[in-house]
């Protein structure tokens, strides 16, 4: 009888503890390498939080966290309709407006007779080309790249004639 009141309560603390070493941050604080940081003459590392923030936690607690309510959705309005509107004849199959991504069926362009499928990806708020990536293909495999730098420069051409129509009112 004693026996089991002193083995379960050790079987216990030994699972708590083994759940904690999975976070990866240490079981206290601090985490792992935080060791000899000062001092080195290395540029300063970011602390845990700042790098939890960067990577979205890693941790089981980052779950219980309470979310930022400021952040916004950082895609591009104009790059988003203008990639909607030169591949229109493309149908969609998912949109995800969090994530920048849109993702288009198979689809024959007008006085085109060969099928195209495309993925879009907005990665940065700004009206740049670096912000756009394009992938598409045929049913045969991958396009070349001159066609899919004519479709990456018609979005971005669209995409300023829409900014610049937004503009006038």
Same mark, same amino acid.
């Given at each position: ?16 503890? /083994? ?39 890693? /941790? ?33 199959? /998912? ?35 670096? /912000? ?38």
């Amino acid at each position: 009888m004693t026996m089991t009141r002193i083995v379960k309560p050790i079987a216990l603390g030994a699972l708590l503890l /083994s759940l904690a070493a999975c976070g990866g941050g240490g079981l206290f604080v601090g985490g792992q390498g935080d060791e000899g940081q000062e001092g080195t003459g290395d540029a300063p590392k970011a602390t845990n939080s700042r790098v939890e923030a960067q990577t979205g936690g890693s /941790s089981l607690w980052d779950l219980f966290r309470k979310q930022n309510p400021d952040v916004t959705v950082a895609v591009n309005r104009y790059l988003w309709n203008g990639t909607l509107d030169v591949l229109n004849f493309l149908p969609l199959e /998912s949109v995800d407006p969090f994530t920048g991504v849109i993702v288009f069926g198979y689809g024959t362009p007008p006085g085109g007779g060969r099928a195209y499928r495309g993925t879009v990806y907005i990665k940065d708020p700004a009206l740049d080309a670096r /912000s756009l990536v394009v992938a598409l293909q045929t049913r045969r495999g991958p396009v070349d790249a001159a066609t899919q730098r004519a479709i990456e420069d018609a979005i971005l051409a669209r995409a300023r004639q829409l900014r610049i129509a937004d503009r006038k009112f």
